[in-house]
């Protein structure tokens, strides 16, 4: 199997807090994690690229000091969304590849349950 | 990154085959075609992944024809458990290349 742990899966709190998210592999190493974040009915969009290791790669419009991206080491990956505001409420889900050599590895991304975020 | 293109929605019976075909025209050699399924509230979960040709597995089939240009993903005799929203991403996966979600399909089961 490919299993990926994301934990917690929900989560509730006031505006200003810092909440830190967790993604693991539990029976693979994972050089590369990605997070995304995902809008009601709306499709997932890629926020960063965490590589083990090395600072995380943040697509465009993505504050790397807003969405903090740890990836100690080759079973997790911590998502931290600083100073939280209503407007960082989504479900923010996170997937993992294993680790393997070669350029075409054919090795898909196997994705968490994902963590509802909510800010009062 | 090749983008893709499937139908927002499609409706079917229970029992029934259901095709979902999805176009990535702008393919590379170096891409891989992989399938998810998502239910409300969680991740999406891996179906099948293929290169060329067609693929097999427990839960679904993937053809792709020679010139890779489209995809179709065969689920066979749907039930009320298979309503859900399905992604095809094109790209090379492993080594740490990103995918690029698009609008997927909802597909909807009814008895």
């Known amino acids: 199997g490919a299993v990926v742990s994301q934990h917690p899966s929900r989560v509730i709190c006031k505006s200003g807090t810092s909440v830190k998210i967790e993604c693991r592999s539990l029976?693979?190493?994972?050089?590369?994690m990605f997070w995304y974040r995902q809008f009601p009915k709306k499709s997932l969009m890629l926020m960063a690229t965490?590589?083990?290791?090395?600072?995380?790669?943040?697509e465009q419009g993505v504050e790397k000091d807003k969405f903090l991206i740890n990836h100690a080491s080759l079973t997790l990956s911590t998502l931290t969304v600083t100073s939280a505001h209503p407007e960082d409420s989504s479900f923010y889900i996170c997937?993992?590849?294993?680790?393997?050599?070669?350029?075409?590895?054919?090795?898909?991304?196997?994705f968490g349950d994902g963590t509802r975020l909510s800010i009062l | 990154l090749a983008k893709t293109t499937q139908p927002i929605s499609m409706d079917s019976y229970e029992g029934q085959e259901v095709n979902i075909t999805c176009s990535h025209n702008?393919?590379?050699?170096?891409?891989?075609i992989t399938w998810y399924q998502q239910f409300p509230s969680q991740g999406p979960r891996f179906i099948i992944q293929?290169?060329?040709t067609k693929v097999t597995n427990e839960v679904a089939s993937l053809f792709i024809p020679a010139d890779r240009k489209s995809s179709t993903l065969s689920l066979p005799r749907v039930s009320l458990s298979d309503t859900a929203v399905y992604y095809c991403?094109?790209?090379?996966?492993?080594?740490?290349?990103?995918?690029?979600f698009g609008t997927g399909t909802q597909l909807k089961v009814e008895l």
């Open positions: 997937s993992a590849q294993k680790t393997g050599t070669g350029e075409f590895l054919g090795q898909p991304q196997h």
């Open positions: 029976d693979f190493q994972a050089t590369t």
């Open positions: 965490s590589n083990e290791g090395s600072k995380a790669t943040y």
């Open positions: 702008n393919i590379a050699t170096n891409d891989y």
């Open positions: 293929g290169y060329k």
């Open positions: 991403l094109v790209g090379a996966t492993g080594g740490g290349n990103k995918l690029t």
